[in-house]
Protein backbone atom coordinates (compact mmCIF):
# COMPACT_ATOMS: atom_id res chain seq x y z
CA UNK A 1 0.00 0.00 0.00
CA UNK A 2 1.27 3.39 -1.09
CA UNK A 3 2.16 5.87 1.88
CA UNK A 4 0.44 8.89 0.54
CA UNK A 5 1.69 11.47 3.07
CA UNK A 6 5.46 10.05 2.17
CA UNK A 7 4.76 10.69 -1.37
CA UNK A 8 3.39 13.69 -1.30
CA UNK A 9 6.40 15.46 0.63
CA UNK A 10 9.12 17.19 -1.49
CA UNK A 11 12.35 15.31 -1.14
CA UNK A 12 15.67 17.33 0.41
CA UNK A 13 17.42 16.71 -2.74
CA UNK A 14 14.27 17.27 -5.26
CA UNK A 15 14.64 21.06 -6.77
CA UNK A 16 12.42 23.33 -7.70
CA UNK A 17 11.85 24.15 -11.42
CA UNK A 18 10.00 26.86 -10.97
CA UNK A 19 13.43 28.19 -8.08
CA UNK A 20 15.65 26.96 -10.84
CA UNK A 21 14.12 29.00 -13.73
CA UNK A 22 13.84 32.15 -11.46
CA UNK A 23 17.54 31.83 -10.33
CA UNK A 24 18.77 31.53 -14.44
CA UNK A 25 15.98 34.56 -15.66
CA UNK A 26 17.66 36.37 -12.52
CA UNK A 27 21.08 35.50 -13.30
CA UNK A 28 20.96 36.13 -17.42
CA UNK A 29 19.86 39.75 -16.28
CA UNK A 30 21.94 41.21 -13.92
CA UNK A 31 24.72 39.77 -16.15
CA UNK A 32 23.06 41.65 -18.74
CA UNK A 33 23.52 44.90 -16.63
CA UNK A 34 26.81 43.85 -15.65
CA UNK A 35 28.02 43.98 -19.13
CA UNK A 36 26.37 47.30 -19.74
CA UNK A 37 28.08 48.84 -16.24
CA UNK A 38 31.33 47.29 -18.04
CA UNK A 39 31.03 48.98 -21.26
CA UNK A 40 30.28 52.25 -19.59
CA UNK A 41 33.11 52.05 -16.91
CA UNK A 42 35.33 51.09 -20.57
CA UNK A 43 34.45 54.10 -22.11
CA UNK A 44 35.49 56.38 -19.16
CA UNK A 45 39.13 54.84 -19.19
CA UNK A 46 39.65 55.97 -22.48
CA UNK A 47 38.35 59.03 -21.90
CA UNK A 48 41.56 59.06 -19.64
CA UNK A 49 40.05 61.93 -17.28
CA UNK A 50 39.93 59.69 -14.34
CA UNK A 51 37.05 57.01 -13.45
CA UNK A 52 35.21 56.03 -10.48
CA UNK A 53 35.25 57.61 -7.09
CA UNK A 54 35.80 54.07 -5.87
CA UNK A 55 38.84 53.82 -8.14
CA UNK A 56 40.32 56.94 -6.44
CA UNK A 57 39.57 55.48 -2.89
CA UNK A 58 41.61 52.59 -4.10
CA UNK A 59 44.65 54.61 -5.71
CA UNK A 60 44.31 56.18 -2.19
CA UNK A 61 44.86 53.09 -0.16
CA UNK A 62 47.99 52.03 -3.09
CA UNK A 63 49.82 55.36 -2.04
CA UNK A 64 49.10 55.11 1.65
CA UNK A 65 50.21 51.10 1.86
CA UNK A 66 52.74 51.23 -0.77
CA UNK A 67 51.22 48.02 -2.45
CA UNK A 68 49.67 47.74 -6.14
CA UNK A 69 46.74 49.39 -8.00
CA UNK A 70 45.45 45.83 -7.63
CA UNK A 71 45.91 45.15 -4.00
CA UNK A 72 44.42 48.79 -3.28
CA UNK A 73 41.53 48.18 -5.37
CA UNK A 74 40.86 44.44 -3.35
CA UNK A 75 41.55 47.06 0.15
CA UNK A 76 38.82 49.25 -1.24
CA UNK A 77 36.49 46.34 -1.85
CA UNK A 78 37.20 44.82 1.37
CA UNK A 79 36.34 48.03 3.05
CA UNK A 80 33.23 48.37 1.35
CA UNK A 81 32.25 45.15 1.43
CA UNK A 82 32.82 45.16 5.51
CA UNK A 83 30.17 48.04 6.02
CA UNK A 84 27.72 46.64 3.90
CA UNK A 85 28.38 43.20 6.07
CA UNK A 86 27.87 45.05 9.28
CA UNK A 87 25.33 47.46 8.38
CA UNK A 88 23.30 46.21 5.29
CA UNK A 89 23.59 42.21 5.41
CA UNK A 90 20.21 41.83 3.96
CA UNK A 91 21.32 43.04 0.52
CA UNK A 92 23.92 40.19 0.20
CA UNK A 93 22.47 38.04 -2.03
CA UNK A 94 23.99 35.39 -4.91
CA UNK A 95 23.82 38.99 -7.56
CA UNK A 96 26.79 40.03 -4.47
CA UNK A 97 29.31 37.15 -5.60
CA UNK A 98 28.31 37.81 -9.33
CA UNK A 99 29.02 41.51 -9.05
CA UNK A 100 32.40 41.01 -7.34
CA UNK A 101 33.96 38.34 -9.73
CA UNK A 102 32.44 39.50 -13.04
CA UNK A 103 32.36 42.95 -13.12
CA UNK A 104 36.12 43.02 -13.90
CA UNK A 105 35.90 40.63 -16.78
CA UNK A 106 33.31 42.64 -18.91
CA UNK A 107 35.36 45.84 -18.14
CA UNK A 108 38.18 44.40 -19.79
CA UNK A 109 36.73 43.02 -22.14
CA UNK A 110 35.38 45.79 -23.55
CA UNK A 111 38.63 47.38 -23.24
CA UNK A 112 40.06 44.94 -25.34
CA UNK A 113 37.42 46.01 -28.09
CA UNK A 114 36.78 49.62 -27.83
CA UNK A 115 39.96 51.48 -29.56
CA UNK A 116 41.69 54.23 -27.71
CA UNK A 117 40.90 57.54 -28.65
CA UNK A 118 42.89 59.59 -31.38
CA UNK A 119 46.43 60.69 -30.79
CA UNK A 120 45.86 64.49 -29.41
CA UNK A 121 41.91 63.88 -28.45
CA UNK A 122 40.36 67.15 -27.39
CA UNK A 123 38.75 67.94 -24.17
CA UNK A 124 35.46 68.31 -25.40
CA UNK A 125 35.81 64.86 -27.35
CA UNK A 126 36.78 63.34 -23.84
CA UNK A 127 34.25 64.76 -21.66
CA UNK A 128 31.73 63.74 -24.38
CA UNK A 129 33.31 60.23 -24.26
CA UNK A 130 33.36 60.58 -20.43
CA UNK A 131 29.82 61.34 -20.02
CA UNK A 132 28.49 58.74 -22.35
CA UNK A 133 30.66 56.01 -20.35
CA UNK A 134 28.47 57.33 -17.68
CA UNK A 135 25.17 57.10 -18.64
CA UNK A 136 25.49 53.50 -20.02
CA UNK A 137 27.03 52.79 -16.53
CA UNK A 138 24.41 54.07 -14.27
CA UNK A 139 21.76 52.51 -17.01
CA UNK A 140 23.64 48.62 -16.29
CA UNK A 141 23.74 49.56 -12.78
CA UNK A 142 20.01 50.22 -12.47
CA UNK A 143 19.28 47.87 -14.49
CA UNK A 144 21.10 44.86 -12.33
CA UNK A 145 19.78 46.48 -8.84
CA UNK A 146 15.95 46.21 -10.20
CA UNK A 147 16.38 42.26 -10.46
CA UNK A 148 16.43 41.89 -6.48
CA UNK A 149 19.25 39.15 -6.61
CA UNK A 150 21.52 41.08 -4.26
CA UNK A 151 23.66 44.20 -4.42
CA UNK A 152 27.49 44.81 -4.65
CA UNK A 153 28.86 46.72 -2.13
CA UNK A 154 28.82 50.15 -3.27
CA UNK A 155 25.07 49.86 -4.38
CA UNK A 156 24.72 48.02 -0.95
CA UNK A 157 25.65 51.09 1.06
CA UNK A 158 23.57 53.72 -1.09
CA UNK A 159 20.63 51.38 -0.55
CA UNK A 160 21.39 51.48 3.25
CA UNK A 161 22.25 55.38 3.11
CA UNK A 162 18.51 55.91 1.79
CA UNK A 163 16.84 53.56 3.95
CA UNK A 164 18.78 55.48 7.54
CA UNK A 165 17.64 58.97 5.61
CA UNK A 166 14.63 58.00 3.97
CA UNK A 167 15.76 60.10 1.03
CA UNK A 168 16.17 59.52 -3.01
CA UNK A 169 18.64 56.56 -4.14
CA UNK A 170 19.82 59.83 -6.25
CA UNK A 171 20.94 61.64 -3.10
CA UNK A 172 22.23 59.03 -1.42
CA UNK A 173 24.48 57.79 -3.97
CA UNK A 174 25.92 61.15 -4.39
CA UNK A 175 26.90 61.06 -0.92
CA UNK A 176 28.79 57.80 -0.63
CA UNK A 177 30.56 58.60 -4.08
CA UNK A 178 31.37 62.11 -2.57
CA UNK A 179 32.54 60.44 0.50
CA UNK A 180 34.54 58.36 -1.44
CA UNK A 181 36.11 60.96 -3.61
CA UNK A 182 37.23 62.78 -0.85
CA UNK A 183 38.38 59.76 1.21
CA UNK A 184 40.59 58.91 -1.99
CA UNK A 185 41.63 62.24 -2.12
CA UNK A 186 43.10 62.49 1.45
CA UNK A 187 45.10 59.37 0.95
CA UNK A 188 46.93 60.30 -2.18
CA UNK A 189 44.67 59.14 -5.05
CA UNK A 190 44.40 60.65 -8.31
CA UNK A 191 40.80 61.73 -9.83
CA UNK A 192 39.84 64.34 -13.12
CA UNK A 193 37.02 65.55 -14.74
CA UNK A 194 35.47 62.08 -15.15
CA UNK A 195 35.61 61.31 -11.32
CA UNK A 196 33.27 64.55 -10.88
CA UNK A 197 31.08 63.71 -13.86
CA UNK A 198 30.85 60.21 -11.77
CA UNK A 199 30.03 61.71 -8.23
CA UNK A 200 27.11 64.29 -9.34
CA UNK A 201 25.41 61.70 -12.29
CA UNK A 202 25.73 58.74 -11.50
CA UNK A 203 22.98 58.99 -8.41
CA UNK A 204 20.70 61.34 -10.55
CA UNK A 205 21.28 58.74 -13.64
CA UNK A 206 20.68 55.83 -11.76
CA UNK A 207 17.40 57.31 -10.22
CA UNK A 208 16.20 58.37 -13.56
CA UNK A 209 16.89 54.74 -15.41
CA UNK A 210 14.75 53.50 -12.03
CA UNK A 211 11.72 55.17 -13.13
CA UNK A 212 12.30 54.33 -16.78
CA UNK A 213 12.40 50.93 -16.47
CA UNK A 214 9.46 50.45 -13.97
CA UNK A 215 7.39 51.74 -17.08
CA UNK A 216 8.97 50.43 -19.73
CA UNK A 217 10.03 47.04 -18.47
CA UNK A 218 6.64 45.57 -16.86
CA UNK A 219 8.44 41.91 -16.39
CA UNK A 220 10.41 43.57 -13.91
CA UNK A 221 7.73 44.00 -11.38
CA UNK A 222 8.17 39.81 -10.63
CA UNK A 223 10.86 40.29 -9.20
CA UNK A 224 10.38 42.72 -6.74
Known amino acids: ?32 GF ?9 MYKAEL ?7 MADGLHVLFHVSYGTGNILANLITLAVVLVFARDLIRYGTLVCVFTM ?7 DSLIPALPEGAGWVLRILTALLGNV ?19 EAIAEFLRR ?27 FGAGTVISVFMTGILMQWFFRFYEKTFGFLKRFE
Open 104 to 110: GIYVNFW
Open 164 to 190: TWNCRYSLAKTAEDAVLLVAGICLGGT
Open 1 to 32: MINKERTGRRKPWMVNKNEVRDFLCRLFLISA
Open 35 to 43: ALAGLGTAL
Open 136 to 154: IMSAGLAFYVKIHAGLGSL
Open 50 to 56: GSSPNAT
